[in-house]
Nanobody, 125 residues
């Protein structure tokens, strides 16, 4: 059974850091692109970052470039999102998702095949 499970969310002060984890099971991580998405109340879900299968090319939303870093550990079947210099506007539920086709990252969330349940990130003083 294919499954993605996010963890690592929580409450953090502005300027703080969190590391989110996306643990996958039931499929070979390297054969998929893994994306991180977020959704704040009243907003549409948006792509934050993605790591391509195979060569691990990475992509970032402009507003998180230089602050967030995505990485993968195929041996642990886990993808990470290191988030530094967090801002209140980063507050959202964060989801990871997997896409099989060509192992490629795309912006259209409908192209992703499997989703985790989400983890809440709250940035507030």
């Amino acid at each position: 059974q294919l499954q993605l499970v996010e963890s690592g969310g929580g409450l953090v002060q502005p300027g703080g850091s969190l590391r989110l984890s996306c643990a996958v099971s039931g499929f070979t991580l390297d054969y998929y692109a893994i994306g991180w998405f977020r959704q704040a109340p009243g907003n549409e879900r948006e792509g934050v970052s993605c790591i391509r299968g195979g060569d691990s090319a990475t992509y970032y939303l402009d507003s998180v470039k230089g602050r967030f870093t995505i990485s993968r550990d195929n041996a642990k079947n886990t993808v990470y999102l290191q988030m530094n210099s967090l801002k209140p506007e980063d507050t959202a539920v964060y989801y990871c998702a997997a896409r099989r086709r060509f192992r490629a990252c795309v912006s259209n969330i409908k192209e992703y095949d499997y989703w985790g349940q989400g983890t809440q990130v709250t940035v507030s003083s």
